[in-house]
């Protein structure tokens, strides 16, 4: 009598029939991702500020790992250019399965543009309003239109990326003498984000549609090195996360392995937020 040979079971973290739209595509985590799902065969749609490239980015994704991918020039904070981005996804795919909604004004950004890093007693108005356009309005127009791309197929998931600052409160001291600091719009806009996850979550449950929340840890990025060691030995696990290190949730969100899995908020911060 010989053994029945069993199929494999599927895999559940496969990801080649998904279509991914990453806006910030071009950031630090943004390009990562983008990499990422390339090599395991998803179908992208990469979306930043014109100056960014995104089309040579897509272009390039393409070309490397033999997968479908186009670039669209979009602003977040701009209703057209959310509009026109998945109208360009839907046009190109048919349809949109998972939106990355990654992008985000960052403190490195903002110093082209103003006082980011004033001190909150004389903090501008200006600035917060800007910080708050991208991190919060933005998050929102593109959960808009994404959701409603993925309305219409009745199946889809959400990944709004927040931070651990909208979390956990910095430990202000480990930016002492640095020309850089954490600067109060950015932890309140990311702890909206994850209200709007909340809220969403709960609206579109029956609707097949998944809205998690994703809150990275300080990434490395080239930081000054004593900003590296004040941070590691903040962190439970002694360093900062590497692009990389988000990877693997972002792939789990994604695919079938979290299709349970709704309202959530993953922080990835090497345990920062335990203490």
């Not at 806006?23 to 930043?48: E, H, I, K, M």
């Not at 004040?230 to 990389?244: F, I, L, Q, V």
Request: hydrophobic share 45%; with cysteine.
């Amino acid at each position: 009598m010989t053994d029945t040979v069993q199929a494999p079971p599927h895999d559940l973290l496969d990801i080649r029939s998904r279509v991914i739209v990453i806006t910030g595509s071009g950031g630090v985590l943004g390009s990562c991702y983008g990499r990422s799902f390339a090599a395991r065969g998803a179908s992208l749609v990469l979306a930043d500020l014109r100056e960014c490239n995104p089309a040579v980015q897509a272009a390039t994704l393409a070309s490397e790992f033999d997968i479908p991918a186009i670039g669209v020039a979009c602003d977040v904070r701009s209703e057209d250019d959310v509009r026109q981005l998945f109208d360009a996804a839907v046009k190109q795919f048919g349809r949109v399965d998972v939106v990355l909604n990654n992008a985000a004004a960052t403190g490195e950004h903002l110093m082209r543009r103003g006082d980011v890093f004033a001190r909150f007693e004389d903090y501008p108005v200006a600035m917060w309003d800007e910080v708050l356009r991208t991190n919060l309005t933005g998050v929102f127009l593109v959960a808009r239109e994404g959701g409603k791309r993925m309305l219409a197929t009745g199946a889809g998931s959400l990944i709004n990326v927040a931070s651990v600052y909208g979390v956990v409160a910095p430990d202000h001291r480990i930016y002492e003498g640095m020309p850089f600091a954490s600067f109060a719009p950015y932890s309140a806009s990311k702890a909206g984000v994850h209200g709007l996850t909340l809220w969403l979550a709960t609206y579109w449950a029956r609707s097949g549609i998944r809205v998690n929340t994703v809150c990275p840890g300080g990434v490395y990025n080239g930081h000054d090195p004593e900003f590296v060691r004040r941070y590691a030995d903040r962190t439970p696990m002694g360093r900062m996360a590497n692009p990389e290190d988000l990877v693997g949730t972002m792939v789990y969100l994604a695919s079938d392995a979290s299709r349970y899995c709704t309202g959530q908020r993953f922080l990835v911060d090497g345990g920062l937020s335990a203490w």
